[in-house]
């Protein structure tokens, strides 16, 4: 079965520090890949997706993903983290074909000011 | 623009009780919709999708049901519940896009505790 692995639970960070968050999927087929979002009070909204083509996808507020094929990974970058990115955040994986979305268990980002 | 609502917000029912949970998304038509369960720890579980009225998948066996009575209205039940049924349940919807899954767009959420 699909499934998503986001290795960091809880991650603290003071502001202004890089951030880069792990997710690894285990499908061996094409699949299209998520960054969701959850801040504190507000539903889930996407943060970026990539689909095809350039391999390094910038999403709102600054986030990048990276996928690297032979490493089934899709990690989520930012370069200097605000104390409004405090969040949890989701990596989903869309297995080409299937009509729905896997999900990690999520990394919740607690950013100090 | 598209919206998406879910009640009620929260919920507290004995073990054993029946559920009804309730989602509409307003503003689009023929959506697919998507019943989601976050538990603690575990990320968010895929629970039901439906691409059409009275067509509905589960993902998961377990009490829970899933009926689709009108094209944005999707109803998330069980005659039963269970203590292991807490958790906070999503709703979602997306644009059916070909075969896959295009962005799916969440709904606020039914905090569902059961004693």
């Known amino acids: 079965a699909q499934s998503v692995s986001q290795h960091n639970h809880h991650v603290i960070l003071s502001e202004a520090a890089s951030l880069e968050l792990g997710c690894n999927y285990s499908y061996g087929g094409t699949v299209n890949l998520f960054w969701y979002v959850q801040y504190p009070g507000q539903h889930l909204q996407l943060l970026l997706k990539y689909f095809s083509g350039d391999p390094l996808v910038k999403g709102i507020k600054g986030f990048e993903a990276e996928f690297i094929k032979s490493k089934f990974s899709f990690n989520l970058r930012k370069p200097s983290v605000q104390w409004s990115d405090t969040a949890e955040y989701f990596c989903?994986?869309?297995?080409?074909?299937?009509?729905?979305?896997?999900f990690g268990t999520g990394t919740r980002l607690l950013v100090s000011p | 623009s598209q919206t998406i609502h879910q009640w009620p917000a929260t919920l507290v029912q004995p073990v054993g009780s029946p559920l009804s949970l309730e989602c509409t998304v307003e503003?689009?038509?023929?959506?697919?919709l998507y019943w989601y369960r976050q538990a603690a720890g575990r990320g968010l579980q895929l629970l039901f999708y439906?691409?059409?009225?009275?067509?509905i998948s589960s993902e998961v066996p377990q009490n829970l049901s899933a009926s689709r009575p009108q094209d944005r209205q999707f109803i998330l039940s069980s005659k039963k519940l269970l203590l292991s049924d807490s958790g906070f349940y999503l709703c979602?919807?997306?644009?059916?896009?070909?075969?896959?899954?295009?962005?799916?767009?969440f709904g606020p959420g039914t905090r569902l505790t059961v004693l």
């Open positions: 989903a994986v869309n297995p080409t074909g299937f009509q729905k979305l896997v």
């Open positions: 979602a919807w997306s644009v059916p896009s070909g075969a896959y899954t295009d962005t799916q767009y």
């Open positions: 439906s691409i059409g009225i009275d067509q």
């Open positions: 503003g689009t038509s023929n959506p697919n």
